[in-house]
């Protein structure tokens, strides 16, 4: 069964620096999604994406964070200097359509910011 | 705002038992509702949905949900549980707010089934 893949699994960062977290939805899908979950917490939407666009972002999307589809597999999500409390678990998720349609998410990636 | 409320953070049962876990969601218009299961190191699986019609969803690994809007409520329920269901289960509803497309989770109910 096609899956949703995520790397790295694991990335250890410093304060301030750059770091890109990638992934490659499932291929005939249109939706992708990133959702991320600090330990303990909720799982939090982030980011929803179609058509080479951001549809929707939520208030934990400022700034900081961009993200980028460069071609025609990948999904990628940028955080240009992180924080201490961007440390999460960072989730991608895709989905063949919108409305109703399933997200199948990866294993995710976990971001530690020191 | 909408919100989702999972009552039980932990639910501990032991094997070939019922078990119950409860969701509760807050929305004054028609939402899609979820339940998704996560594995040890491993992302998040859909079990089941509820979009519209028979109130009674079946999903996979033998677990079902029931949707009751005067309730506001999606608890999922599976007969007989194995050692193997062990998992976070996670409650997520969307609405027309977000074009259906954001999902909502909750906090996450840990399930924790014993021989």
């Known amino acids: 069964e096609p899956e949703v893949t995520q790397t790295p699994s694991h990335q250890v960062t410093q304060m301030g620096q750059e770091v890109i977290l990638r992934c490659v939805p499932i291929?005939?899908?249109?939706?992708f999604y990133w959702y991320r979950q600090i330990l303990g917490q909720k799982v939090e939407f982030l980011v929803s994406?179609?058509?080479?666009?951001?549809?929707?972002k939520s208030e934990i999307f400022d700034d900081q964070f961009s993200v980028e589809r460069p071609d025609g597999s990948n999904f990628t999500l940028k955080i240009r200097s992180t924080k201490l409390e961007d440390s999460a678990m960072y989730f991608c998720?895709?989905?063949?359509?919108?409305?109703?349609?399933?997200?199948?998410f990866g294993n995710g990636t976990r971001l530690t910011v020191t | 705002a909408q919100s989702v409320t999972q009552l039980d953070s932990q639910v501990p049962v032991f094997e070939e038992a019922p078990v119950e876990l409860r969701c509760n969601y807050s929305s004054s218009v028609s939402v899609y509702l979820f339940w998704y299961v996560q594995y040890p190191n491993q992302g998040l699986q859909l079990l089941l949905k509820y979009l519209s019609g028979s109130t009674l969803v079946k999903g996979i690994n033998g677990f079902e949900a029931e949707f009751n809007k005067s309730q506001t409520s999606f608890h999922l329920r599976k007969p007989s549980v194995h050692i193997s269901d062990t998992a976070e289960y996670f409650c997520a509803v969307s609405d027309p707010s977000g074009g259906y497309n954001k999902l909502i989770f909750g906090a996450g109910t840990r399930l924790a089934v014993h021989p």
């Open positions: 291929s005939n899908h249109l939706y």
């Open positions: 994406f179609y058509n080479n666009e951001i549809s929707e």
């Open positions: 998720a895709s989905s063949v359509q919108g409305v109703g349609s399933p997200l199948h």
